[in-house]
């Protein structure tokens, strides 16, 4: 059932830097603090980069396209920020684990360019491998039994005939089911994360040596970071995107969210942005 089973047709991209990617932002009517901090981003990033990816969960949720014929005010408010952000830069959106509904339409009505599951980014004499990065979580065998499932033609069809109040309620359901099922874990692997929802180092590997690069980044796992590993006779370097979260943290907790720039001279990682 792995995405890893067989190689995809990869998209290639070749751009001036700087580049900025971001994912994991999970918009939603809950979170108009985080939302805000995002904004003030999209409003950023055309006078700082060339280019914006977003990698993925840019929603928290996303059960069809249909949506926002009437968007309720949060949802408007989003697709007018990403709307002026394209119209003043490139900005290319995939799809995550929370999003991959996300369609032509949304596509068309912001002004975005869709963005494969994987993709080859060159920015000067630098080629990364972006993706979301859920496909590199093997371990977890039932959610990608589940991936599997869902990414099925027929399967979004026969979802996309319900009503879209029933949608919201299914993914609601989903949702909580999740939320349930982390709960059930001990406290230490609750705060550190357990392997099975970690990306497996056999299955990175793989995909440096499958596509002879040595630079990926991907969101998802919400660890952000670089990890470096030995492939072969040279170091290869998996760089982690943070998510964004400003609403939902304990007092103790600073908010969080951030970005990566590729430029010519290569990949800087930079967490906590500010509002």
């Not at 995939?94 to 060159?122: E, P």
């Amino acid at each position: 059932m792995s995405s890893l089973s067989k190689p995809p047709s990869l998209n290639k991209l070749h751009l001036t830097g700087p580049v900025w990617l971001a994912s994991d932002i999970h918009l939603s009517q809950d979170s108009p603090a985080t939302a805000e901090a995002f904004y003030t981003f999209l409003d950023r990033a055309p006078h700082e980069a060339q280019a914006l990816f977003i990698l993925g969960d840019l929603f928290d949720v996303w059960v069809g396209d249909d949506a926002i014929s009437h968007p309720a005010l949060w949802l408007k408010q989003a697709l007018d920020a990403l709307a002026q952000c394209a119209q003043r830069m490139p900005l290319y959106v995939g799809l995550g684990n929370r999003d991959f509904l996300l369609g032509d339409v949304f596509l068309k009505r912001i002004g975005a360019h869709r963005l494969t599951d994987q993709t080859l980014l060159t920015i000067g004499d630098t080629t990364t491998l972006i993706s979301h990065g859920d496909e590199y979580c093997t371990h977890d065998h039932s959610y990608q039994r589940f991936k599997w499932w869902v990414r099925q033609p027929w399967v979004q069809l026969v979802f996309k005939s319900l009503s879209l109040s029933r949608r919201l309620s299914i993914a609601a359901q989903v949702r909580a089911k999740s939320i349930h099922k982390m709960a059930q874990l001990p406290s230490s692997l609750q705060n550190k994360g357990p392997d099975i929802i970690d990306v497996s180092a056999d299955a990175i590997v793989e995909t440096f040596q499958r596509f002879h690069i040595s630079s990926m980044i991907h969101g998802h796992t919400h660890r952000p970071g670089h990890h470096p590993y030995v492939v072969g006779e040279q170091i290869s370097t998996r760089w982690v995107l943070p998510d964004w979260e400003y609403d939902h943290l304990p007092n103790h907790i600073h908010p969080r969210g951030g970005y990566i720039a590729i430029t010519n001279e290569g990949v800087e990682l930079v967490c906590n942005v500010s509002p």
